[in-house]
């Protein structure tokens, strides 16, 4: 057991590390796009399914309540937690289409989408991004090694892991260290310069 936790842990290091030098760029891209986006007035739309679902709400509620400093809120919502409108959509229409609705009618042009799928293929994610590109929204997939998501959204975050534990440990990660460059730029003043 000892080793099963020791390989684990060293397995999760290995893949956010090779993650992390290989998308240093794309990373603060990212985080530049995030911060233009709340600083004209926008909001991040942020989805996916599963732990991917929990991750959504996650990083979320780092934008809107704080994440390391004292600032005010910063719009983001994850399209993960209305049961209602979750549950009719799916009951009334397709499951497929729980996050392509909610996207129609509360994404705006210049709006953010952020669908995270560890597989990449989650047919309401994809559905969701096509529906988020149609209104003129930037669109960010968090991913695995690749599927459909890959290929539609504009920033993709892919993680080359099999394992979706592996994926969605760097994919919470990756949350952070956008949220974490998102108050730097916007508030730098709250940060100490670092001394070398």
């Known amino acids: 057991m000892k080793n099963i936790i020791l390989d684990t842990l060293q397995e999760s290091i290995k893949v ?11 990373i603060q891209s990212g985080a530049d796009r995030l911060a233009i986006c709340i600083t004209s007035g926008h909001k ?8 991917s679902a929990a991750d959504a709400q996650h990083i ?8 390391q400093i004292e600032r005010p809120p910063l719009a983001a ?6 049961t209602s409108i979750i549950t ?22 210049d709006d953010i989408a952020i669908g995270i799928s560890t597989s990449g293929s989650s047919k309401n994610v994809i559905e969701a991004i096509y529906a988020a590109k149609n209104i003129g929204m930037f669109t960010i997939g968090l991913t695995g090694q690749g599927g459909e998501l890959a290929n539609c959204a504009d920033l993709v975050f892919a993680v080359e892991s099999d394992t979706t534990a592996r994926i969605q440990e760097v994919h919470i990660t990756l949350g952070h260290i956008l949220c974490d460059l998102v108050e730097r730029i916007l508030f730098p ?3 100490r310069p670092v001394r070398s």
Do not use: M
Request: cysteine-free.
């Open 44 to 51: 991040i739309l942020i989805f996916g399914n599963g732990g």
């Open 16 to 26: 956010k590390d090779r993650f992390i030098k290989n998308n240093i760029d794309l």
């Open 77 to 82: 919502l994850a399209l993960t937690t209305d």
């Open 189 to 191: 003043e709250k940060f």
């Open 88 to 109: 009719s959509i799916g009951n009334d229409y397709h499951f497929d289409e729980i996050f392509s609705k909610q996207i129609k009618a509360l994404g705006k042009k």
């Open 60 to 67: 979320a509620a780092e934008f809107v309540n704080r994440f």
